[in-house]
């Protein structure tokens, strides 16, 4: 058999071998940076996080993060949707992106009780606006370290649940579960030059579970015993090509 029956029966093989997967995951953590020159405002535990400008002109940053290991090694992320739902809104429509976090953060004790806008003091390794972890290391960039690029963006408006989804989010995904550590989750930006544009959305910890996040992961990934078969086949075309076979 030649090499090249050799590699369409292995390309065969993986393609009807391959099993498609879905999976829900919720937040592992969130938080919001609340902006403040002194950088100890957090909300780790708080029933909700912050994205925007506020009426009084002071910006609010969220962050979420997802763990990804009950995805199987070695899945192709083929699509990734994130529904967050927003539960307070002053302002019309307004583009709100996903941007990724170039650096670890925390999520610590802090609960701002209330509508927790204002946020709180942050507890030992919170995130806050200077702080990647409150008492420890700092943002590079004051108000948080991100990817300029928006990996998905969504225009939110007034109370509901809200889906981010593209093939950037996926991409991002992706490069997490390849290479876990470097899994800083999202930033969540509102309409930061526009006043009165903050928007709250339900946390991870919030009392009402059908509002928290959850992040919905489309993906495919080897039966088991394929990628040794294909790599059998190949050996095997090698050595008959070497042989003259």
């Given at each position: 058999m030649h090499t090249t029956a050799f590699a369409i029966l292995a390309a065969g093989l993986f393609a009807s071998s391959a099993c498609a997967g879905v999976a829900t995951l919720a937040a592992s953590a969130d938080n919001t940076l609340y902006e403040d020159e002194t950088g100890i405002l957090s909300n780790g535990q708080g029933e909700s996080f912050f994205a925007g400008r506020t009426a009084l002109e002071v910006l609010r940053r969220g962050l979420i993060r997802f763990d990804f290991s009950a995805i199987p090694a070695g899945s192709t992320i083929t699509n990734v949707s994130l529904t967050l739902h927003c539960t307070r809104s002053i302002s019309l429509a307004e583009n709100m992106t996903l941007h990724r976090a170039l650096q670890s953060w925390g999520e610590g004790a802090s609960n701002a009780l209330g509508e927790g806008g204002r946020g709180v003091t942050a507890e030992a390794g919170d995130a806050t606006w200077i702080h990647r972890f409150s008492g420890g290391q700092t943002w590079t960039t004051?108000?948080?370290?991100?990817?300029?690029?928006?990996?998905?963006?969504?225009?939110?408006?007034?109370?509901?649940?809200?889906?981010?989804?593209?093939?950037?989010?996926?991409?991002?995904?992706?490069?997490?579960?390849?290479?876990?550590?470097?899994?800083?989750?999202?930033?969540?930006?509102?309409?930061?030059?526009?006043?009165?544009?903050?928007?709250?959305?339900?946390?991870?910890?919030?009392?009402?579970?059908?509002?928290?996040?959850?992040?919905?992961?489309?993906?495919?990934?080897?039966?088991?015993?394929?990628?040794?078969?294909?790599?059998?086949?190949?050996?095997?075309?090698?050595?008959r090509r070497r042989s003259g076979g």
């Open positions: 004051i108000g948080g370290d991100f990817d300029a690029t928006a990996s998905a963006t969504t225009p939110v408006a007034g109370i509901g649940s809200y889906v981010w989804t593209s093939q950037l989010l996926a991409t991002d995904v992706q490069g997490w579960i390849d290479n876990p550590s470097s899994n800083n989750g999202w930033f969540l930006l509102g309409a930061e030059d526009l006043v009165a544009s903050a928007k709250r959305f339900a946390s991870r910890e919030n009392s009402d579970e059908l509002l928290r996040p959850s992040l919905n992961i489309e993906y495919v990934v080897p039966a088991p015993g394929v990628v040794t078969l294909f790599a059998f086949i190949a050996v095997s075309a090698c050595k």
